[in-house]
């Protein structure tokens, strides 16, 4: 193991993972596995958000090393923090939102890509590691948090509750439901392999009527401040 080629650092959410940017990837992952197994004690059970500095990784990249840290130590990674100040802070309020729902009830957290044809259902709020392709669909009770792109549909509040939310990094669904809400994109199709920047959103009920609007303080406040209201 190169002790250079990967190095453990904390901040403000979590972990900052400083990566060699010039070994071979599949020896890197190497690396990564016997750092954070070295750290497993550590680290076992801890829930939040890392970011990665010093090379620079492709979405399959990062879904393996991803993969390896969790599986090398039991880290319940929440999202990768963008080190780009505004993303950050929109990373920072999904993270925060994830966190104070697992606190009110037993959610759920699900590791891995939704692909078509897959259905996943749960009685409590979902924070989904992965991304929700066309032709998938996912059923909560409560709020639906998705830690990647959603494409396919996805239904919130399935027993009537107006107050649930679903977010996104990347909001491209062929369908959202909230309660009794419903809103089909025009746009989206089933063939979508479109690479989208993340533009982290949320959608939630408004003057009777779904909302989908980019994260901001404001939005925040209009999605809590009604539930606070109840």
């Not at 963008?82 to 920072?92: F, I, L, N, P, T």
């Not at 759920?108 to 924070?127: A, D, K, P």
Request: negative net charge; charged residues 25%; proline residues 2%.
């Amino acid at each position: 193991m190169n002790r250079k080629s990967v190095i453990i650092k904390s901040n403000k959410y979590g972990l900052t993972v400083i990566l060699d940017d010039k070994m071979p990837f599949q020896e890197l992952l190497l690396d990564i596995a016997d750092k954070f197994q070295e750290s497993a004690n550590f680290f076992r059970n801890a829930k939040m958000a890392v970011t990665f500095r010093g090379r620079v990784l492709n979405r399959e990249e990062e879904r393996q090393v991803i993969e390896t840290i969790v599986d090398h130590c039991g880290i319940h990674i929440l999202c990768v923090v963008d080190e780009d100040a505004v993303s950050q802070e929109h990373y920072r309020r999904i993270l925060n939102a994830a966190l104070e729902e697992q606190e009110k009830v037993d959610g759920l957290f699900y590791r891995g890509t939704l692909s078509n044809g897959e259905v996943l259902e749960t009685e409590t709020s979902v924070v989904i590691l992965g991304d929700v392709h066309s032709g998938a669909k996912v059923v909560s009770k409560s709020n639906i948090v998705i830690l990647g792109s959603c494409r396919g549909s996805v239904y919130a509040g399935a027993t009537g509750d107006r107050n649930c939310f679903i977010a996104a990094f990347v909001m491209k669904p062929v369908q959202i439901r909230i309660a009794d809400k419903a809103a089909r994109s025009a746009i989206t199709k089933y063939s979508d392999q479109t690479e989208y920047k993340p533009e982290p959103k949320i959608a939630y009920i408004k003057e009777n009527h779904i909302h989908v609007e980019p994260m901001s303080q404001d939005t925040w406040d209009a999605v809590y401040g009604s539930a606070e209201e109840i």
